[in-house]
């Protein structure tokens, strides 16, 4: 399977400047994963029409109403993928998240906890 060999492609949704080789440092080192970054919803819609993204995962700076506008893509586009938002400890998130099984993870994340989480909502197995 050659797809396979470079790793299943996940959309991370994170703006200029934004400190994502800290966040997703566990992810990008990983063989069975490749990341596909996207620094606007603009941008990541591109990317889920030309990519078989498996998951979309948007960075704690992406503002609530641009997310909800990646959750409407990603179900028009990518329905079967799941979404994972990462959020500050206190940031509140719209009731259209809970409704369509957004799954939140709050800042400060333990070192290997989005890993841990994608690998929980992909069903890939750990040993």
């Excluded at 399977?1 to 400190?19: E, I, T």
């Excluded at 206190?90 to 800042?107: D, F, I, K, N, S």
């Amino acid at each position: 399977m050659k797809g396979a060999a470079r790793g299943r492609p996940l959309l991370v949704v994170a703006p200029p400047g934004a400190p994502r080789e800290e966040l997703f440092k566990n992810l990008s080192t990983r063989a069975a994963y490749r990341l596909l970054y996207a620094v606007t919803t603009g941008a990541a819609e591109r990317m889920l029409q030309e990519h078989a993204v498996e998951a979309v995962i948007a960075s704690p700076e992406i503002p609530p109403a641009s997310v909800s506008e990646l959750l409407l893509l990603k179900r028009r586009l990518r329905p079967q993928a799941p979404f994972l938002v990462i959020r500050n400890r206190q940031a509140e998130e719209p009731q259209l998240w809970a409704e369509h099984g957004v799954g939140v993870l709050r800042c400060p994340l333990l070192p290997d906890a989005l890993g841990r989480s994608v690998d929980w909502v992909l069903g890939v197995k750990q040993d």
